[in-house]
């Protein structure tokens, strides 16, 4: 009996210790401390209705973080993914209708053409050798520059009962926005347990050393911003549904956040450190803050000041566990 409680106590104290170390470790705490403040600041912070509003608007950045954290991973970085969210809106609200059948066709066909951009990027960075930054940035300009030419002016059409889905529940009791943070999560958890999810660690964390072990570096890499391409295009859905139209500069602030997010998160920008659930600790992180600045108030010429500090904060305490394992070297 005492050896059984013993095993018990040795197991506990593993775990804890597999959590402390775990890079999303310093992300979560910060991620319930920033829930407590929120709770504090909004009384009314754990009512459903609330919980749902905050939802719809995180909703975006989680899915374009889940897409930046995956490519980071694989040892790239992708500065496109805000200007491909605002294309996004820009194709639905400017061909869509009321007809159920265009609406599909659109919602279908601008996932599409967020896949086909990432993997055109997968393309030049994996069979070009192309540096991820320098394509990236360049790909952007030619994304926010066709969605000025398609919709010079914010606007469009959104079908009323179609954005408004966004604002209701799914099965009466699911609200929308984490019924699709569900579903992506299954396409995720579906992936993790493939090959392919193992060979995006290998290359992120050693490009070299994946090549000499017969992985085919260049398709894995257009694989990843391919898939991370769905992501982005679930984000553009969310945004559309949360703005109801279509604007060019509606996404551009989610490329350097979605980095933040990750990063954060406890997700290494040399690649092969970190996981998803990183990615979405820090987009909560970056959003909670947000409610911070608002409820408390702080006046508008302090708030980015007031954001980047916080920022820095959160960056500098998500290095803590890296510099005890460089320490422990």
Excluded at 62 to 76: D, E, F, K, M, T
Excluded at 298 to 311: D, K, L, T, W
């Amino acid at each position: 009996m005492k050896s059984l409680v013993k095993f018990k106590v040795v197991s506990f104290k593993k775990l804890i210790s597999k959590f402390y170390n775990n890079p999303t470790f310093t992300g979560f705490i910060v991620l319930i401390i920033l829930i407590i403040v929120n709770a504090v600041l909004q009384p009314r912070f754990f009512r459903s209705d609330i919980i749902k509003s905050n939802f719809m608007s995180f909703t975006p950045l989680i899915l374009v973080s889940i897409a930046q954290g995956i490519i980071i991973i694989s040892g790239s970085i992708d500065l496109s993914v805000g200007a491909v969210m605002s294309f996004y809106t820009v194709i639905e609200a400017s061909f869509m209708n009321d007809s159920i059948v265009n609406i599909v066709f659109l919602v279908l066909l601008g996932i599409i053409i967020s896949m086909a951009i990432g993997g055109f990027n997968g393309a030049l960075i994996g069979a070009l050798r192309l540096p991820s930054f320098i394509t990236t940035y360049a790909t952007s300009g030619i994304i926010l520059g066709s969605a000025i030419i398609i919709m010079p002016i914010p606007g469009g059409y959104v079908p009323k009962f179609f954005y408004r889905l966004y604002r209701g529940d799914i099965f009466r009791f699911i609200p929308t926005p984490i019924f699709i943070l569900i579903i992506s999560l299954i396409v995720w958890g579906i992936v993790s347990r493939t090959i392919f999810y193992r060979y995006i660690y290998a290359i992120g964390g050693n490009e070299t050393g994946a090549f000499a072990s017969n992985i085919k570096v260049s398709i894995v890499r257009f694989l990843t911003h391919l898939f991370s391409g769905f992501f982005v295009g679930m984000a553009g859905l969310c945004l559309l549904l949360l703005t109801a139209a279509g604007e060019y500069r509606a996404g551009i602030a989610y490329s350097l956040n979605s980095i933040a997010a990750v990063v954060i998160g406890g997700i290494s920008l040399t690649g092969g450190i970190g996981n998803i659930w990183g990615a979405i600790f820090g987009a909560l992180i970056l959003s909670l803050l947000n409610n911070i600045i608002f409820f408390a108030q702080v006046p508008s010429f302090y708030q980015e000041f007031a954001r980047g500090m916080i920022v820095i904060m959160s960056l500098s305490l998500a290095t803590l566990s890296r510099l005890k394992e460089l320490r422990s070297i």
